[in-house]
């Protein structure tokens, strides 16, 4: 074992996502790095745009350095969005302000054969040069995320061309149209792993696959759309990495998290803040670590009321592997005063 990998195997994160019970869980946030900081504001206004953001190494590398140096999270995720993967594979790809994404919607099979999956490397080099920034930038305590969108939530954007309330037009593509919807799915699985292998290799030492839109889903889909695309996506990272852990986040799913855990091979999951946690620490804590759950709304209210859901988050998952999160990601209008008395109930309660 070289003295990297020896050392790397120390930090907490890693630990807990091995099935160690530590007394402090490990702590990061979803959307850590965002528009609740100053900082992150005054880069993303040098920068011009969020895609530009994206696209310049040394800017995404330090907006996730940001949160970290601030509080001194145990994680960082990689500064980077699930929707680079349509465009590195010939989307187009705008954002709408205070709208959100827009893409050019894919509603049958000529748009689908206008991408290519061989392409996609391509397209995302500046996010391997972030990756590359990022883990000799890192200090040596912090475990360094990589991510990518799941396939079906991906799918959902390229599909209705931007946010929708319901993913009706990918359900109903689904439904009408199964044959173009699984050449969709195949390409996302084949461009997803490639792009996550390759963050891998240039320095992530953990994957989070975000899977926002999986619940809700009939169970037919959520077998075809959910569970299939995902436990492909963890086999061919496996292949090459059998030790990397893999955290799923399949957001909103109630009982079917635990189907999710025995049937794609993730080593945790993540919890949103609908999730039972009684349910988490019986039937998915023994299968892996939980991350999660705390209601992203009630690190806008802060107080004592954020304090007790800390330590009763903390105090029912104490049993087996747990990493302090979000349910959801961080809000823009989060004081980020809230944030440093979290992390401070977090270790210090
Ligand atoms: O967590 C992190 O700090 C890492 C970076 C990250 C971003 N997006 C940056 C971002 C990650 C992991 C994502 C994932 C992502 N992106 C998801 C899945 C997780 C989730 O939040 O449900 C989804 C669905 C997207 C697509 C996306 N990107 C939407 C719908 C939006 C618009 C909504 C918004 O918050 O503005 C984005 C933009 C985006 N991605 C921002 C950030 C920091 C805000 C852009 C800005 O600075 O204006």
Not at 168 to 190: F, R, S, T
Request: aromatic letters at 6%; a negative charge.
């Amino acid at each position: 074992m070289s003295s990297k990998t020896q050392k790397s195997q120390e930090k907490t994160m890693l630990r807990t996502l091995k099935g160690e019970v530590l007394k402090t869980p490990p702590l990061w946030l979803m959307r850590q790095a965002g528009r609740y900081l100053p900082e992150y504001k005054a880069t993303r206004a040098e920068a011009g745009s969020f895609l530009e953001l994206c696209d310049r190494p040394d800017l995404a590398t330090e907006v996730t350095l940001q949160p970290i140096r601030r509080y001194g999270f145990d994680a960082a995720i990689l500064f980077a969005d699930i929707l680079l993967i349509p465009r590195a594979l010939g989307q187009k790809l705008w954002f709408e302000t205070g709208e959100g994404p827009r893409l050019e919607p894919i509603t049958e099979g000529a748009a689908l054969a206008a991408l290519n999956v061989d392409q996609v490397h391509k397209g995302l080099e500046p996010v391997y040069e972030t990756v590359d920034l990022l883990s000799a930038a890192l200090p040596p305590e912090t475990t360094f995320i990589g991510f990518a969108g799941a396939p079906w939530t991906v799918a959902t954007y390229m599909i209705a061309g931007r946010g929708t309330p319901d993913q009706a037009p990918a359900k109903k593509l689904a439904w009408e149209d199964p044959v173009l919807m699984g050449q969709l799915m195949e390409m996302l699985v084949e461009a997803t792993s490639a792009y996550l292998l390759k963050q891998v290799e240039t320095g992530a030492e953990v994957i989070q696959i975000f899977d926002t839109w999986a619940g809700g889903l009939p169970e037919s889909l959520f077998d075809e759309l959910v569970i299939k695309p995902t436990t492909q996506i963890v086999k061919n990272l496996k292949a090459v990495y059998p030790d990397l852990p893999v955290i799923g986040f399949p957001r909103g799913v109630g009982a079917l998290a635990e189907t999710y855990m025995k049937q794609t091979g993730v080593d945790a999951i993540g919890l949103d803040s609908g999730q039972s946690l009684t349910f988490a620490k019986e039937k998915l804590q023994p299968l892996g670590a939980v991350q999660g759950n705390l209601d992203p709304l009630l690190l806008i209210a802060g107080g004592e009321a954020m304090d007790r859901e800390v330590d009763r988050i903390k105090q029912v998952l104490s049993h087996g592997p747990h990493i302090f999160n979000l349910g959801h990601g961080i809000r823009p209008e989060t004081d980020p005063a809230n944030v440093e008395r979290l992390v401070k109930r977090v270790r210090d309660a």
